[in-house]
């Protein structure tokens, strides 16, 4: 199952004509159950202020709020993964809503394995489109036989991962890396709710670590190894990162 609404209305080959051509936009995504979603305040911000940089234009929460309730209403489901796009077409008055309905997504819990690859996205700080060296290094990541691609600078600074954000542990408390990248929903989330700090994090002090974990809008995991440092489960830590994410409230859209 997969629809797409734009602007409330369903998808058409003329209206999805401005996707199709432009990868100049930005997105969130959500995970949706019972037509709730953890962290709605978060992801209406990060749409807010996405469009305000790109755009230089205002976005209505409400007016997105109502477009992912009537596309959740049309499409007759309420557990989704589902996605809100913003476009500005020149000389509109305002910003194009693309709003995506797929079926709910659940990241395996599985320990990953990671590689490092040399490469930052261009603002990171936004979830924008058009991501072809992070897709192309989380390929080469997968065709290597790993899950995940750490994206890191010309110095071997850790920044992310292609599609996810990276925690490590040191057994007391748990350091998100101190570098340009998109904050996540799930890590926004779940760092006021662990022992965290902010620092930065490089290749070189990656065994300094004894454990490390993986976050996105789909949930978390942990880290088995990075190149060739491996990693423990830490099976107390994960419980934690868990009871943290469980106590997050389901906000109503």
Do not use: C
Request: aromatic share 8%; hydrophobic share 40%; proline share 6%.
């Amino acid at each position: 199952m997969t629809y797409i609404e734009i602007n409330g209305s369903p998808a058409t080959a003329d209206t999805l004509r401005l996707p199709a051509l432009t990868s100049y936009g930005h997105f969130t995504a959500m995970q949706i159950r019972d037509a709730r979603v953890r962290g709605l305040d978060l992801h209406l911000d990060r749409l807010r202020s996405a469009t305000r940089e790109l755009f230089d234009g205002d976005l209505d929460e409400e007016r997105v709020r109502a477009d992912v309730r009537h596309a959740l209403h049309a499409a007759d489901v309420r557990d989704v993964s589902l996605r809100v796009y913003v476009y500005w077409p020149q000389d509109d008055e305002r910003a194009t809503l693309m709003v995506t309905v797929r079926p709910p997504q659940t990241m395996p819990r599985g320990p990953k394995s990671v590689m490092s690859v040399p490469f930052v996205r261009e603002l990171p700080h936004i979830k924008h489109l058009g991501g072809f060296g992070q897709n192309h290094y989380l390929t080469a990541a997968h065709r290597a036989g790993h899950d995940e691609a750490l994206l890191t600078d010309g110095q071997g600074v850790v920044a992310e991962g292609a599609i996810t954000n990276i925690a490590f542990w040191d057994g007391a408390s748990v350091t998100w890396p101190d570098a340009p990248s998109l904050r996540g929903i799930t890590m926004a989330l779940l760092e006021p709710r662990l022992p965290s700090t902010r620092r930065q994090v490089t290749l070189a002090d990656l065994s300094a670590y004894r454990s490390a974990f993986l976050t996105n809008s789909q949930g978390f995991a942990p880290v088995r190894r990075i190149d060739e440092v491996e990693y423990t489960v830490d099976e107390e830590l994960m419980g934690r990162v868990g009871a943290a994410y469980d106590a997050v409230e389901w906000d109503a859209i």
